[in-house]
């Protein structure tokens, strides 16, 4: 038995030292395949940015939808039933500047006109003869006025006085009260009769022939055509970037192409709610319609900047670069992204930037296994 326990001990020590040996040579052939990994991703140098600040170009973009630059809304100064022009006035609907747009029935109010017309004139006809025995050599214009005058036609001014005296005359027999609430009264009559202003388009549209128009109610809109504004609001510190009098151009998902535009005006004041001020730019070409969403693009210039591939950039304001053979994050101010590009500033000249990300990068790394020996 003693035998047996010393052979199988004997045993057990063999097989430790064999597997020994095997693990040792296994070992001793992995090492050289590590090594050689370590070298192959070493043999190809990290490629570097080196900062060079100065002059930068950059394509700048601001959105935002279009208005018409004339555009009105209708609203009626009188009561009555509405009726058409020559033209419904329904949206699509295009006039003429002085066209008639819409009439409100008048009839009532205009006899109303015309009987004071026949009072002024009967005011006059009385008034003629003392005018004559009193003021005999200013008589004769007076005559004319009265013979010519005309109660359908509109009232034409009156004959002017040649002294203080006919003046005052006339006004204590109430001619010049009774004269003046008639013309009162045909301004309040040229309302029943709303006239294009300009050449345009009806946008919008009410009412309906038939109704009745109350005094204050808004009837519809109506905008020329062709030449409009874009309105489109900017960041405070992006404002900066922007004159009046830069052309744009101008596109959009609904039409092909561009169109030029023009910067006419930027809004010093600051929306509270957003932090942003307003741009407008002033935009001309018959594919535009009130309302559309357009973009307008330009180039700006950024001094004192740097150019960089946007994948460099961390946490939206952070890059690496590498100071005395370590990797370090920096701070710094990103003054715009657009497409592959980020615009950077806050670096020194000829401060070295890494390009690529390394595999297991972190602030403080050794950067030496991956430059240039």
Do not use: C
Not at 73 to 94: C, H, M, P, Q, T
Request: charged share 25%.
């Amino acid at each position: 038995m003693e035998v047996r326990k010393k052979h199988l001990s004997f045993a057990i020590a063999g097989a430790i030292i064999l597997g020994g040996i095997l693990l040792g040579g296994l070992l001793g052939r992995q090492e050289p395949a590590k090594v050689q990994e370590r070298k192959s991703a070493l043999s190809a140098p990290l490629q570097i940015l080196t900062v060079r600040n100065g002059l930068v170009s950059m394509p700048f973009e601001i959105s935002g939808t279009v208005e018409s630059v004339k555009k009105i809304e209708i609203y009626a100064e009188v009561s009555g039933v509405f009726r058409d022009g020559l033209k419904s006035f329904r949206e699509g609907n295009s006039f003429r500047q002085g066209e008639t747009l819409l009439v409100i029935e008048d009839s009532v109010y205009r006899n109303s006109v015309f009987a004071e017309k026949s009072s002024f004139l009967n005011l006059l006809t009385l008034v003629l003869p003392d005018i004559i025995i009193d003021f005999p050599e200013e008589s004769a214009k007076w005559k004319r006025y009265t013979e010519s005058f005309r109660i359908e036609a509109p009232l034409r001014a009156l004959p002017e006085p040649a002294s203080d005296r006919e003046r005052n005359y006339l006004a204590a027999r109430n001619v010049y009260n009774r004269f003046y609430a008639i013309r009162s009264m045909e301004a309040t009559l040229g309302k029943y009769r709303i006239a294009a202003p300009f050449d345009g388009v009806v946008t919008l549209s009410e009412v309906n022939p038939g109704a009745l128009i109350r005094t204050g109610q808004k009837i519809g809109e109506f905008a020329a055509a062709g030449s409009y504004e874009l309105q489109a609001s900017v960041g405070i510190r992006d404002a900066g970037y922007l004159k009046t009098g830069t052309a744009v151009s101008v596109v959009s998902e609904d039409f092909s192409g561009s169109v030029q535009g023009v910067i006419k005006r930027i809004n010093s004041n600051i929306s509270p709610s957003t932090q942003s001020v307003s741009v407008y730019i002033e935009v001309a070409d018959p594919r535009l319609r009130d309302g559309m969403y357009l973009t307008a693009r330009f180039p700006v210039t950024v001094r004192g900047a740097f150019s960089i591939p946007r994948r460099m950039v961390l946490d939206d304001n952070r890059v690496y670069v590498i100071e005395k053979s370590r990797f370090v994050l920096k701070q710094v101010d990103v003054l715009a992204k657009y497409d592959d590009r980020a615009v950077i500033a806050g670096l020194s000249d000829g401060v070295r930037l890494p390009v690529e990300m390394v595999p297991g990068m972190f602030d403080g790394m050794d950067a030496a296994p991956y430059l240039k020996p």
